[in-house]
């Protein structure tokens, strides 16, 4: 059982639409991590968040300790955001990664 | 900043033979991660350190796999024998400091390692 799901798989979007993205988790946790992963390999850490909604720019990012559930949204969606997005949960000495989301935006 | 510098970025190399990854962090950053990427597991999680100290090498898939953080400005990663099935993505990260995973983590550019 994988402590960390993501939802979906493999997304396609039209340039303009917006994409949300949803983690679920089965641990209680310290904090939660959007990660991006460009297709040349490289991983960029998006937001790391503990509690509430934190954004950056057109990316957004929720979490329901209660629920045990993240979301990362992405508004005006661009070719450039083409990427696969992984959240990843800290515990104790532990990070959980979810298998990733495979975004790609279509002009 | 030059961020975390791994090297080398691309390995191949025959089956028994010993493979050194090396990694800097960022300069003042306390805690240094090393992370394996499959296709078939995704990203995990293999050791880390703490002020140059390890903290926990839970992930560290059997006794081949062995880290070191002699100084705050170097790790290493070695595998010896190293075995087709390490071939991975390694990835090496560092935070600044305060609780290990409540902390945003800056990630190398990954070192591609392919055993024969």
């Known amino acids: 059982k994988n402590e960390v799901e993501q939802s979906p798989q493999n997304l396609t979007a039209q340039e303009g639409e917006f994409i949300t993205i949803n983690c679920s988790y089965s641990?209680?946790?310290?904090?939660l991590h959007w990660l991006q992963q460009h297709p040349g390999g490289g991983i960029v850490s998006l937001f790391m968040l503990s509690s509430g909604k934190k954004k950056h720019g057109r990316l957004i990012a929720t979490i329901n300790i209660q629920e045990k559930h993240s979301s990362l949204h992405i508004t005006a969606s661009h070719p450039r955001d083409s990427a696969v997005y992984i959240c990843a949960v800290g515990r104790g000495n532990q990070f959980y990664f979810g298998t990733g989301t495979s975004l790609t935006v279509i002009p | 900043d030059a961020g975390v510098i791994q090297s080398p970025r691309h390995e191949v190399t025959e089956m028994g033979q010993e493979v050194t990854l090396r990694c800097k962090p960022i300069s003042g950053h306390n805690s240094l991660f090393w992370y394996r990427q499959t296709m078939m597991r995704g990203l995990e999680l293999l050791i880390y350190f703490n002020n140059n100290v390890p903290i926990d090498d839970s992930g560290m898939p059997e006794d081949r796999f062995s880290a070191k953080m002699p100084n705050a400005s170097f790790s290493t990663l070695k595998i010896q024998p190293s075995e087709p099935r390490d071939s991975a993505v390694y990835f090496c990260?560092?935070?600044?400091?305060?609780?290990?995973?409540?902390?945003?983590?800056?990630f190398g550019p990954g070192t591609r390692l392919t055993v024969l």
């Open positions: 641990v209680g946790i310290s904090a």
């Open positions: 990260a560092s935070s600044l400091a305060g609780l290990v995973f409540t902390d945003t983590q800056y």
